[in-house]
């Protein structure tokens, strides 16, 4: 059984994916950032970080992982799933993988920050770190052109931990209607029924722009 500690953000939504699409038992352990759970002690030796994901697995003595992609790397190697297991193709999912942990989710999260939260419009920031998701879009549009998903023909956590951030293109100012082969990339993950499921968990609803700033300001302490 997996405990799995998150909440609705990007990088608790590429764990929850991976779980639906492994069909692993976990338990949901919903935390509430803006009330800042995150970071009370018994979470802290979970994740020293005090940030989400992490998960904690009961059938391998209590071993706890936290970061995402190192969350979905563990899951990947625990299951024999969405990882292949010769060298070059390991490399390339871990890779995009990382391009993903390195490049989209710090950029765009930047994006997010100055261009919803910041109290102060910095025109600057916006359009830096704007520009800087749409370039990383495009490198990932060039890679689609010839690969039905990121790391080849087959579906892997590299397509897990992107999608969740690319759909929210919308929340960061990035337009993608020019990049057709990421669009296309994107209805195809869409379409797997793990994928809807783990999309909304934990279980969504609407909040306004100020409850949303508030989760979002949390994100930053």
Avoid at 202 to 219: N, Q
């Amino acid at each position: 059984m997996i405990d799995f500690y998150t909440s609705n953000t990007p990088n608790g939504r590429k764990i929850s994916i991976m779980l639906e699409e492994t069909e692993l038992p976990y338990n949901l352990i919903h935390l509430h950032l803006s009330e800042l759970e995150q970071r009370q002690d018994w979470y802290l030796k979970i994740n020293p970080n005090g940030r989400i994901p992490a998960i904690v697995d009961r059938d391998n003595d209590d071993f706890a992982v936290f970061e995402s992609g190192a969350i979905l790397i563990y899951l990947a190697e625990k299951t024999g799933r969405f990882l292949p297991a010769d060298v070059k193709g390991r490399s390339t999912v871990i890779q995009w993988l990382m391009f993903q942990m390195a490049g989209i989710g710090p950029m765009q999260g930047q994006a997010n920050v100055f261009f919803r939260y910041a109290p102060e419009k910095i025109e600057y920031a916006i359009g830096r770190y704007q520009r800087e998701t749409k370039r990383l879009y495009t490198v990932l549009d060039s890679r689609l052109r010839d690969n039905e998903f990121i790391a080849g023909d087959f579906y892997s956590i590299a397509d897990m931990a992107s999608y969740p951030w690319i759909t929210l293109h919308n929340w960061a100012g990035v337009d993608i209607d020019d990049l057709t082969n990421l669009r296309r990339w994107m209805t195809a993950v869409r379409r797997r029924p793990a994928v809807a499921r783990g999309m909304d968990i934990p279980k969504t609803k609407k909040v306004d722009e100020a409850e949303a700033a508030k989760r979002g300001s949390a994100l930053l302490v």
